[in-house]
Nanobody, 127 residues
Framework: QVQLVESGGGLVQAGGSLRLSCAAS????????MGWFRQAPGKEREIVAA????????YYADSVKGRFTISGDNAKNTVYLQMNSLKPEDTAAYYC????????????????????WGQGTQVTVSS
């Protein structure tokens, strides 16, 4: 069973950047596809980005395409979310998620396709 710990959240002005990290332990990192989700107050948890366990396939929500980049480092058992050109509407708690997969190129787009979750890190973007 894998444990996920997010870090890197904080307060940033609109137009700024943050890099979130998700460190995984207790499992074989390269066996999991990974995703980043976010949840704003009063809203449902939504997918932000996902990456296959091979790292060759990525997915982005339309709202973040061209601004956010997901990447993974198998040597460090860590997945990152580089967030640029941040907007106030990006304000939310961000969660890392993982699921074991036999397919090197599979990934999940919905929360129900993930088995493990981190505790979340808050991102606040001021206008």
């Amino acid at each position: 069973q894998v444990q996920l710990v997010e870090s890197g959240g904080g307060l940033v002005q609109a137009g700024g950047s943050l890099r979130l990290s998700c460190a995984a332990s207790g499992g074989t990192f390269s066996s999991y596809y990974m995703g980043w989700f976010r949840q704003a107050p009063g809203k449902e948890r939504e997918i932000v980005a996902a990456i296959s366990r091979s790292g060759s396939i990525t997915y982005y929500a339309d709202s973040v395409k061209g601004r956010f980049t997901i990447s993974g480092d198998n040597a460090k058992n860590t997945v990152y979310l580089q967030m640029n050109s941040l907007k106030p509407e990006d304000t939310a708690a961000y969660y890392c998620a993982a699921r074991s997969s036999l397919s090197a190129n599979a990934y999940g787009r919905t929360r129900w396709e993930y088995s493990y979750w981190g505790q979340g890190t808050q991102v606040t973007v001021s206008s």
